[in-house]
């Protein structure tokens, strides 16, 4: 793994958005890596009935990590022949008590691997899910805002409201914070070619905000193009605070209070 510099001020931040199952790496590493980075807690997301399993057992066993389930916009329509099943067992997971959100789950309009239609309709039962268990909903939005926000207003948005790795522009910033919707930000922020994106930083209220890596994606700046993970939250952390007119420590307050707001403490 990659060293993330210098560790962020106390009390850091956490990771709000990872895949440790897909990095492939001892978890006991990275999250020792994350630490000495400032890094001190992670959620780490389910994608599919396996993952999402994967990902509540990794919760139950590592008190510094959050699990998240549900299956992915991308992998709706190969799960929807068993679809009552499928939501069933997620709704189970969701219940456990170190599972804190249901995701990621949404609407994945950039690539072709599920009907638009049946991801609305997975998309619609994990509202559902979020809000009879009481957990956050992290939604995955790609190339399809006009449409989750519909949704989401359609069918009443559970409480608590995450759009992980936020791909909007400033206007959708300003329309997630008119509704009370958190933002989270992923490395891609930290990119030369991301304007919009960094505008939408600025312009979202910093209790609205968290920072995330997706790992082993979307690896920020200065390690663009290597394996990301979560001591590399630090760099996005320094770079939204930056685009915040904010002190470091500052934003790491914001944060954390932002994440026991919507994840609960740890």
Not at 20 to 26: A, E, K, R, T
């Amino acid at each position: 793994m990659i060293p993330a510099g210098d560790a962020l001020p106390a009390p850091g931040a956490f990771d709000s958005h990872t895949h440790l199952d897909i990095m492939g790496l001892p978890v006991p590493g990275v999250l020792s890596a994350a630490r000495a980075a400032g890094i001190g807690r992670v959620i780490t997301v389910g994608v599919d009935l396996e993952s999402s399993r994967w990902s509540a057992r990794c919760a139950a066993e590592n008190e510094d990590v959050y699990a998240a389930v549900a299956v992915h916009p991308n992998g709706a329509g190969a799960a929807d022949a068993d679809r009552d099943a499928v939501l069933a067992s997620i709704e189970e997971l969701a219940s456990l008590p170190r599972v804190r959100a249901v995701g990621e789950t949404g609407l994945d309009y950039y690539r072709d691997h599920s009907d638009p239609g049946v991801q609305r309709e997975w998309f619609r039962a994990h509202i559902g899910i979020a809000k009879r268990t009481g957990k956050a909903l992290m939604i995955h939005d790609r190339d399809a805002h006009a449409d989750v926000l519909r949704i989401l207003e359609e069918e009443g948005p559970p409480e608590k409201v995450v759009f992980h790795c936020f791909s909007g522009d400033a206007a959708m910033a300003r329309r997630c914070a008119e509704a009370g919707y958190v933002m989270s930000f992923a490395g891609n922020v930290t990119f030369t070619s991301a304007r919009p994106l960094r505008e939408a930083a600025a312009a979202a209220p910093p209790d609205l905000l968290l920072a995330e890596t997706d790992a082993p994606f979307l690896t920020p700046v200065p390690h663009r193009g290597k394996p990301n993970s979560p001591a590399m939250t630090a760099y996005t952390v320094r770079f939204l605070a930056s685009l915040q007119g904010m002190d470091v420590a500052g934003m790491c307050g914001r944060i954390t209070a932002t994440g026991a707001r919507v994840f609960g403490p740890w």
